[in-house]
Each structure stands twice: as C-alpha cells, then as structure tokens.
C-alpha cells in the first residue's frame, strides 16, 4: 500500500520568511532612498559650483561686485542667459573674456549654468 506523505505546510513559518522579507525591502528601499537624496544633494552641488565659476568677475548670483564695473547678469532670464554664452561660444559675439570663456563649456554646462543664475 502506498502512503501518501502529506508534508504539513508551516504556515507561522512562511509568516517570519515574510516579514525577514519584509524588513530587507523596507531596508534596501530606504538606503536607495538615502542614496537617491544624497545623489541630489550632490548635483545641486555640481550645478551650484558651476555656476560659481562666474562669481569671480559677476559676483554671487551675478549680482555684481562693486567698483569692477563689470556686467551685473542676474537680470538676465537664463533664456537670455543662455542666448548671450551660446553667442559667444559660437563667435557671433565678442568681448575682451567672454568669447573664449564661454567655449570653454560645453552646451550642457551652459544651460545648467544659464539654469542656476537666470532669473527666476
Ligand atoms: C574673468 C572675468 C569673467 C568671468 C569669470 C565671467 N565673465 Fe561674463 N563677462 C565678463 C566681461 C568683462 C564681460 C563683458 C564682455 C567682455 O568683455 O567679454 C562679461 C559679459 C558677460 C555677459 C553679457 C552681459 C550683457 O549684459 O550682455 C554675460 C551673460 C556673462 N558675462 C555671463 C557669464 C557667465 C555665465 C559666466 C560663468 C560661466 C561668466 N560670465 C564668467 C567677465 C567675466
């Protein structure tokens, strides 16, 4: 005679599988979300220190610095922003710095500069 060996599923046993489950989703999804926000934290920081890079001559935010008489650009949309560096990277338009500083990005730098430091 053939006995047929049921094995009892465990079902309290499948219960824990599923919360140790659990608990490591909830975990990688929480380090990926601290990773996502640290990722941000970091872009902003490269689009920031891009931007920066204008400061010396333009002043913070382009605002300008008192006594060099050079161009105050934060009135500027980061359109026109954007149209003025493409301008001179192009030669369309010179000046005694910008036309060679400007080929020094490449477009995608330029629009994220024109991005951070044009009106908003
Ligand atoms: C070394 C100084 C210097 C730095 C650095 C500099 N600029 Fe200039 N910028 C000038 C000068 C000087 C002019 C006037 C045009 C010329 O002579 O080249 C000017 C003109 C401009 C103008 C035209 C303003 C207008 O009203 O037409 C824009 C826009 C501009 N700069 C944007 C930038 C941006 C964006 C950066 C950073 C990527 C930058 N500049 C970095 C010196 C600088």
Redesign the pocket.
């Known amino acids: 005679m053939k006995t047929i060996n049921r094995q009892r599923f465990d079902f309290s046993t499948l219960g824990r599988s599923v919360a140790r489950g659990a608990t490591a989703l909830a975990v990688v999804l929480a380090a990926a979300g601290a990773a996502q926000a640290q990722n941000q934290d970091a872009l902003k920081l490269y689009q920031r220190g891009l931007a920066a ?2 400061a ?3 002043g913070t935010d382009g605002q300008g610095v008192v006594g060099t008489g ?2 105050i ?1 934060n009135h ?1 949309s980061s359109a026109e ?1 954007l149209k ?2 493409t301008d001179y990277k192009s030669g369309a338009v010179t ?5 060679q ?1 400007a080929k020094g ?1 490449t477009d995608e730098q330029l629009q994220t ?2 991005s951070v ?1 044009g009106k908003k």
């Open positions: 890079t204008c010396n001559c333009h050079m161009p650009i500027l922003l003025k560096m000046g005694t710095i910008m036309h500083l990005y500069i024109a430091l």
